[in-house]
């Protein structure tokens, strides 16, 4: 939980930081304008779905490999189990109320193995959205497909591919 504290912190900080510490932005646009910029230059949505994926297959591999997947498949078995056992004795309060609180001593084991790849993904993923909110305030009210701001269309296409590349590469 400490780490996670720790992450949360220095990610505020950089977001902070972005308008007040001008090297932080400049390295930013430095390294995504010639990239990113282009790709969005040369076809706004088609190089915005390609940017989310990419970032959405690296945040993937990074939960994979980042993550003891056998304990967490383990976890997720004996969550369901439990599950179970809740829909048998669902008329019997004291019986699911000790079920639930069994439940709950899996919420600090999982937190402590899905927490690791965020060392490796927070600060980029902070970054690219400042970088996304300069490149986006420079249009007039721009809309993915008509109604869609940026960060809504990232965020849905997100939850799109995350699903999928979490099936394909068996992501717990």
Same mark, same amino acid.
């Given at each position: 939980?400490?780490?996670? #504290?720790?992450?949360?912190?220095?990610?505020?900080? *950089?977001? $902070?930081?972005?308008? %007040?510490?001008?090297? !932080?932005?400049?390295?930013?646009?430095?390294?995504?304008?010639? =990239?990113?910029?282009?790709?969005?230059?040369?076809? !706004?949505?088609?190089?915005?779905?390609?940017?989310?994926?990419?970032?959405?297959? *690296?945040?993937?591999?990074?939960?994979?490999?980042? =993550?003891?997947?056998?304990?967490?498949? +383990? !976890?997720?078995? /004996?969550?369901?189990?439990?599950?179970?056992?809740?829909?048998?004795?669902?008329?019997?309060?004291?019986?699911?109320?000790?079920?639930? +609180? +069994?439940?709950?001593?899996?919420?600090? @084991?999982?937190?402590?193995?899905? =927490? @690791?790849?965020?060392?490796?993904?927070?600060?980029?993923?902070?970054?690219?959205?400042?970088? $996304?909110?300069?490149?986006? %305030? %420079?249009? /007039?009210?721009? @809309?993915?497909?008509?109604?869609?701001?940026?960060?809504?269309?990232? #965020?849905?296409?997100?939850?799109?591919? %995350? =699903? !999928?590349? @979490?099936?394909?590469?068996?992501?717990?």
């Amino acid at each position: 939980m400490k780490l996670m #504290f720790v992450i949360l912190l220095v990610t505020m900080a *950089i977001a $902070f930081a972005w308008n %007040s510490m001008p090297f !932080i932005k400049q390295v930013v646009h430095f390294l995504l304008d010639p =990239t990113a910029g282009k790709l969005l230059d040369f076809n !706004i949505t088609w190089g915005m779905i390609l940017i989310v994926l990419v970032i959405t297959f *690296i945040t993937t591999l990074a939960q994979k490999y980042g =993550t003891d997947q056998s304990e967490l498949k +383990k !976890i997720k078995e /004996e969550q369901k189990v439990l599950q179970e056992e809740m829909k048998k004795y669902k008329d019997h309060p004291d019986k699911v109320l000790e079920l639930n +609180k +069994k439940q709950l001593e899996f919420l600090p @084991r999982t937190m402590d193995l899905t =927490t @690791r790849p965020l060392l490796y993904t927070a600060i980029p993923f902070v970054l690219f959205f400042r970088w $996304f909110g300069d490149y986006f %305030s %420079s249009m /007039e009210n721009f @809309r993915f497909f008509g109604l869609l701001s940026w960060f809504w269309f990232y #965020f849905i296409a997100t939850i799109i591919f %995350s =699903t !999928i590349l @979490r099936k394909v590469l068996k992501v717990y």
